[in-house]
């Protein structure tokens, strides 16, 4: 099997840009390290603090953060940081080419029950001229992200990743401490009979999205003339890990629970990295009103409402808001 560095310049991946993606993993592995000690590493468990979001912090959120924040702006290739767990952007090297958005440690919910979470990032070319210190230099969209991946800490540790040449699947090896590639060019199915959605949001969804499920749920009594599963499991990187595996949809759609935020998931350290590795996969990745990745982001912490996964199930998804 190949080691991650051949797999990248196979992919003609800039030596800078391995060496930054390599920067990445190495916290990754110790984070996966902790996750796997659960009630003995004494990380399970809420801080006293809630994040910019208002979000309750778990300490191996807390731990998380801190580890990836440190190792990428000592690295000297990082020019700026923006985390889901930091207020604002974070300075790095002045002269550093490339800016890190990152979500530590994506499923919060599920850590303290050992199941799926993950570290999510999306990486860009810093541009010239801005300040370090500038949250503005985050403002690009999704097309121009140089890489982006997810490290999920599950049975196995997992690495998910594109530089733009498709999307490939490596596993740790712990016996040599390093990732291999285990699967090159993943593709997803154009068609799929699996969905993955929070049905308890349902009476709070616009109309069309409402239409959609009802018809899924119909199966093959309904309109679309064949039977659907669901699968949830409330971390996107365990849901979108399924969706590449072996196809579906997921969605998390505007909702009217909270008037203030109609939608769920951040646009930069989620929506952004994981439609990138979707339509790497021969994936669709949408808001009901176009391309996710065309998106021209507002802040660092926006929101955004995300249709994502097998190509003709999204364009279905996406004829109910016609
Ligand atoms: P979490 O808040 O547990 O970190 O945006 C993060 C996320 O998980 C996603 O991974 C997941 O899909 C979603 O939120 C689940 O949120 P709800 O339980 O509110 O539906």
Same mark, same amino acid.
């Given at each position: ?22 920067t990445i993993l190495a ?10 000690q ?11 603090d809630?994040?910019?979001?208002g ?6 959120d807390? $731990?998380?953060?801190e580890?990836f924040?440190?190792? =990428?702006?000592?690295?000297?290739? @990082? ?6 767990e /930091?207020?604002?952007s974070?300075?790095g090297?002045?002269?550093g080419?490339?800016?890190?958005s ?30 370090a210190?500038d ?11 140089v ?10 540790t ?5 530089t ?5 699947f490596? $596993?740790l090896?712990r016996?040599?401490?390093?990732? =291999?590639l285990?699967q090159?060019? @993943?593709?997803?199915?154009?068609d799929?009979? /699996? ?14 999205m ?12 309904g ?6 599963n ?8 365990g849901d979108i ?7 579906g949809?997921?969605t ?14 951040r646009?930069?350290?989620e ?8 339509e790497?996969a021969?994936?669709?990745?949408v808001?009901s ?11 660092i ?17 996406l004829s109910?808001?016609?």
């Open positions: 099997m190949q080691r991650l560095s051949p797999a990248l310049r196979q992919d003609n991946v800039p030596l800078d840009l391995i060496a930054l993606i390599k916290a990754t592995k110790e984070i996966s390290f902790r996750v796997s659960g009630h003995l590493g004494g990380l399970l468990g809420s801080t006293l809630e994040n910019i979001q979000e309750v912090q778990k300490k191996l807390v $731990v998380a953060n580890l924040k440190d190792i =990428l702006l000592e690295s000297g290739f @990082v020019k700026a940081i923006s985390s889901e /930091e207020d604002t974070v300075a090297e002045e002269y080419k490339y800016i890190v990152f979500d530590p440690l994506d499923g919060s919910s599920n850590i303290d029950i050992n199941s799926l979470i993950g570290t999510i990032f999306s990486i860009h070319k810093a541009p010239e001229g801005m300040d210190s949250p503005d230099m985050f403002k690009q969209s999704g097309n121009k992200q890489c982006a991946g997810y490290v999920l800490y599950g049975p196995s997992m690495l998910v990743m594109t733009g040449s498709g999307t490939h490596y $596993v090896d016996t040599h401490g390093g990732y =291999l285990v090159r060019n @993943v593709q997803i199915p154009a799929t009979q /699996e969905f993955a959605i929070n049905m308890s949001n349902q009476r709070f969804w616009q109309r069309p409402q239409n959609y499920i009802n018809d899924l749920i119909a199966g093959d009594t309109p679309r003339g064949k039977n659907f669901m699968r949830w499991i409330a971390a996107m990187v890990h399924r969706v590449l595996c072996r196809g949809i997921f998390y759609p505007a909702d009217s629970k909270k008037a203030e935020q109609p939608y769920k998931l646009l930069m350290y929506a952004n990295p994981m439609s990138f590795l979707i790497q021969g994936g669709t990745a808001t009103e176009g391309r996710i990745m065309d998106i021209e982001p507002t802040s912490h926006q929101r955004v409402e995300v249709i994502m996964g097998s190509k003709n199930e999204v364009e279905k998804c109910y808001y016609k």
